[in-house]
């Protein structure tokens, strides 16, 4: 069974500032696919970024990056240059072999003009 | 581009009432797709799923079910709702080497 864990449930960030979202997980698959996805107020959720498990770089996506460490099982978000359309809750997903995502319970960010 | 559709947007339903919600997807074909359930403020919850016509498994023992008579359409149905059905219910569309997920805009279900 797969676990997705968001440890922190709520962040607020000033806008143009850094923020950064943890998410730790627990597989016993070697092959696997990590996701964060945000969900913004009307409720539709959009994929942030992705990360293949078995690539050693780390995924970045315009001013979203992500700290993946194997070893851990860790799986950060990092948003840069926050902005006001950045406030939105953010799920941490892993998907496994059979084409199933795991969610993590979400972190709601508020970016503050 | 892909598009994922759902229908109704909202609905309020009386406890015991059926219950029919549709997902249709365009610009793929033989997609993976999925049926979730999100109550407020909380995680999504994986009800079923198809990896093809007439292909479904269910997550959840519950009195929800799930069809897929077409490639691109995939149902989520009930006989009698239960007040405790209510939420927000997404489908999505799985493709791609990824197997990435994308999601519909969702049903918001009240069951009074």
């Known amino acids: 069974a797969q676990t997705v864990t968001q440890s922190q449930p709520e962040m607020s960030v000033q806008e143009a500032e850094t923020v950064t979202l943890s998410c730790t997980y627990d597989?016993?698959?070697?092959?696997?696919?990590l996701f964060w996805y945000k969900q913004p107020p009307s409720r539709q959720m959009i994929l942030v970024i992705r990360?293949?498990?078995?690539?050693?770089q780390n995924a970045t996506e315009n001013r979203f990056s992500v700290n993946f460490q194997k070893a851990a099982k860790s799986f950060s978000l990092k948003i840069s240059d926050s902005q006001l359309g950045d406030t939105a809750m953010y799920f941490c997903?892993?998907?496994?072999?059979?084409?199933?995502?795991?969610f993590g319970a979400g972190t709601t960010v508020t970016v503050r003009a | 581009s892909q598009t994922i559709h759902q229908w109704p947007a909202t609905l309020v339903q009386p406890v015991g009432s059926p219950l029919s919600l549709e997902c249709t997807v365009e610009?793929?074909?033989?997609?993976?797709l999925y049926w979730y359930r999100q109550a407020a403020g909380r995680g999504l919850q994986l009800l079923f799923y198809?990896?093809?016509?007439?292909?479904i498994s269910s997550e959840v023992p519950q009195n929800l079910s799930a069809s897929r008579p077409q490639d691109r359409q995939f149902i989520l149905s009930s006989k009698k709702l239960l007040l405790s059905d209510s939420g927000f219910y997404l489908c999505?569309?799985?493709?791609?080497?990824?197997?990435?997920?994308?999601f519909g805009p969702g049903t918001r279900l009240t069951v009074l």
């Open positions: 198809s990896v093809g016509i007439g292909q």
């Open positions: 990360q293949e498990a078995y690539k050693q």
């Open positions: 610009g793929t074909s033989n997609p993976n």
């Open positions: 597989t016993s698959e070697n092959n696997y696919y």
């Open positions: 997903a892993l998907r496994s072999n059979d084409y199933k995502l795991s």
């Open positions: 999505a569309m799985g493709t791609g080497g990824y197997g990435t997920q994308y």
